[in-house]
């Protein structure tokens, strides 16, 4: 499968009647999502993530979705629908407005109240249509319709798109918590009523995919919350995604149980949550906030601060007072509480950052040693049933690493769906609905996009590949005089390493290499050609791959 994707060119032009969809991110990657679907010679975008960095991208701040496909039809693009208020879905829209601001965006209360806080630091004043479940709205040539979804954050959707090429049914993030703690369950009857109508595309969460049974209920983490404040001598330091007002709702009302004061930490956090509470969507009690300062001066036994940096991330609060850079610093005692689930790819960082807090002598309690998290995607059995419900023609598995879209299409045909009708696609892969078959019909761009310092798309990944080599390899200065009539050294080359356990005068048996090569190239650049042989010479005496810059000068 991999290798005929890999393979496959420019889609044909859009056959008439038929409706193309390409992911531009959310495929084979947990994060970055961004669907694009076609019909009529117009756009329509569900979600407009980000992806957050790993050690393989270092300076870089988050990953957006490449924007190269659509740009020079962004007039075409009626709207954008954002499924839920999480970062992967919405972290991509002030860099998307860039490049055109009127474009409507489409979604519940709350996900329009978070991203509209977030546009006004991008000073972007967005042109928005709010919608609730059951809610029915036109956008150019396609008829949407929203189903509720319970996910891990109030007020998600799913979205039914219809088009005179038929109907496509995306959940978004979903599960189906049976018990969840705002009471809005998963619209199944909504599902069933669509699936008689008749789903021809379904495109649905593959996060966990792979699990089996159905995920835990929301409620069911409270016992484990409750002993982590009945048994924390001192302060609870709680860390979430700035955006889990569930999980924060639990943290709150354990804090208020056994009286603690409460305050939140970093932008992010007392943003959001000052936005949940302002429409409803977060009960705190009287009294129990308070500012951090004001927090500090109180018994420790009677303190809970609620920060971000769950995942490890380097600027986070969490990781900078694990690092001694943060006005709140964790002592002896303190109690650590990592309430998010450890999204793949940030194993290293979340590890590093538990067995720092441990070195400062705080109790880390997490998902690996308690049962304090839950996952906001629905597992294996939830999924086929949702198959078995909604009865799809074609599917496209979406949102999830390669492991997860195969499992999910694996159910899928478990349930009965055709094999041919099942498409596992790439970032970028165009799939075709047309009289009812849905097909893979081409490829175009949709490689990362790095935003670094606010600046987007100026590191690459060569850029990147060479910080990387810089890190493990160092970087050699060689500086030549030269004799421009002779090509030929007049003296002995200088070297200077750095990032080597070497000395310069290590290096001395390389200059016999710089003599043969400048001597067999007298018509290449002098500088180029030094590089290139003290590369060689350092792969085969030392097997390193240092950052060579080469200074020519003239005798």
Not at 491 to 512: I, L, Q, S, T
């Amino acid at each position: 499968m991999t290798k005929s994707l890999a393979e496959l060119s420019t889609p044909p032009k859009l056959a008439h009647g038929a409706m193309r969809v390409v992911a531009l991110g959310g495929l084979g990657e947990i994060g970055r999502n961004m669907t694009v679907f076609e019909f009529g010679g117009k756009l329509l975008i569900v979600d407009c993530g980000v992806l957050f960095p790993e050690e393989v991208h270092p300076g870089v701040d988050v990953i957006l979705p490449d924007f190269t496909a659509i740009r020079d039809r962004i007039n075409d693009v009626v709207g954008v629908v954002l499924t839920h208020g999480h970062e992967d879905h919405i972290g991509g829209v002030p860099y998307l407005l860039r490049e055109r601001r009127d474009i409507p965006l489409i979604g519940s209360k709350l996900t329009l109240a978070f991203i509209k806080t977030k546009l006004k630091e991008h000073r972007i004043t967005p042109k928005t249509v709010e919608v609730k479940e059951g809610d029915r709205t036109t956008m150019g040539p396609f008829d949407l319709e929203f189903v509720a979804v319970n996910h891990s954050i109030p007020d998600g959707l799913a979205v039914a798109i219809r088009t005179g090429a038929g109907m496509a049914l995306h959940t978004g993030d979903f599960k189906m918590d049976q018990f969840p703690l705002d009471n809005r369950i998963t619209d199944l009857a909504g599902f069933a009523r669509l699936g008689a109508e008749g789903v021809d595309l379904f495109l649905t969460d593959s996060t966990n995919a792979d699990v089996p049974g159905f995920t835990t209920s929301e409620k069911d983490l409270a016992p484990a919350i409750d002993e982590v404040f009945r048994k924390a001598p001192r302060r609870i330091i709680v860390s979430s995604f700035a955006s889990h007002i569930h999980r924060i709702q639990q943290i709150l009302d354990s804090a208020q149980e056994h009286g603690r004061k409460v305050a939140f930490v970093g932008r992010s956090m007392v943003r959001n949550m000052t936005t949940a509470r302002e429409l409803g969507y977060l009960n705190v009690p009287k009294g129990l906030l308070v500012d951090f300062k004001a927090l500090e001066k109180m018994p420790d036994n009677k303190t809970v601060f609620v920060c971000t940096g769950s995942q490890g991330e380097p600027m986070a609060a969490l990781a900078r007072m694990a690092n001694r850079d943060h006005v709140i610093s964790i002592n002896d005692g303190d109690t650590v509480l990592l309430a998010s689930s450890l999204i793949p790819g940030n194993e290293t960082a979340i590890y590093g950052l538990i067995n720092s807090l441990t070195q400062l002598g705080a109790t880390v309690v997490h998902k690996g040693n308690a049962k304090v998290h839950v996952s906001g995607h629905a597992s294996a059995g939830e999924l086929v049933y949702c198959y078995n419900i909604i009865k799809p023609r074609n599917v496209m598995p979406v949102h999830g690493e390669h492991r997860h879209l195969r499992a999910n299409a694996e159910l899928a045909i478990r349930t009965g769906v055709d094999p041919k009708s099942v498409l596992i696609a790439e970032d970028g892969v165009t799939i075709d609905l047309h009289k009812g078959q849905a097909r893979i019909s081409g490829r175009i761009p949709a490689g990362y996009v790095y935003v670094e310092d606010g600046v987007v798309g100026k590191a690459t990944e060569e850029s990147l590949q060479e910080r990387i080599q810089l890190a493990e390899d160092g970087t050699i200065t060689v500086l030549a005089i030269i004799d421009p009539r002779t090509n030929k050294l007049v003296e002995d080359p200088e070297f200077f390493p750095r990032g080597f356990v070497h000395e310069p005068a290590d290096f001395k048996p390389a200059v016999a290499a710089v003599e043969r090569a400048l001597a067999g190239a007298k018509n290449r650049d002098p500088e180029q050609v030094i590089a290139d042989a003290v590369t060689v010479w350092m792969k085969r005496t030392y097997r390193r791959s240092p950052v060579i810059t080469a200074i020519a000068v003239d005798a």
